[in-house]
């Protein structure tokens, strides 16, 4: 279990890294994932606490800065959903996080081992 957790924070730290040059953090992708997964009709308070794991209060406070900023939207039932702006940030910063964990993971494994992760990591996942 501590190799877990150690390979999951070097991995946090270097996704972190490469999304702060698009003002995010790994947790902030996350959430506008989930948004982006929901699609138009948005999440409910309660359901993206729900998904978030959180209370409605907690998930209210990671939502609201990113609605100021007009990356989370709310449709006419409240739901929150990403905005235009959300959208174009989520695709930005999904790629940086993509090239940057293909970047990482390169520098320690083989193109199979890659692979083989992969496929576990999608079973547990």
Do not use: C, Y
């Not at 982006?36 to 359901?47: I, K, N, P, Q, V």
């Not at 890659?114 to 990591?121: A, D, E, G, P, R």
């Amino acid at each position: 279990m501590i190799l877990i957790t150690r390979v999951n924070a070097e991995a946090t730290s270097a996704l972190d890294k490469a999304l702060s040059r698009v003002g995010l953090w790994l947790n902030d992708l996350s959430l506008l994932g989930l948004l982006r997964d929901a699609g138009a009709e948005g999440l409910s308070r309660a359901d993206l606490a729900t998904a978030l794991s959180q209370s409605q209060s907690q998930a209210l406070r990671r939502v609201k800065p990113m609605e100021k900023l007009d990356w989370i939207a709310r449709t006419e039932a409240g739901n929150f959903r990403l905005s235009s702006h959300g959208r174009a940030l989520e695709l930005e910063a999904s790629g940086l996080a993509a090239n940057r964990s293909e970047a990482w993971l390169d520098g320690v494994l083989d193109a199979d081992e890659i692979s083989q992760l992969t496929v576990l990591l999608r079973k547990i996942g």
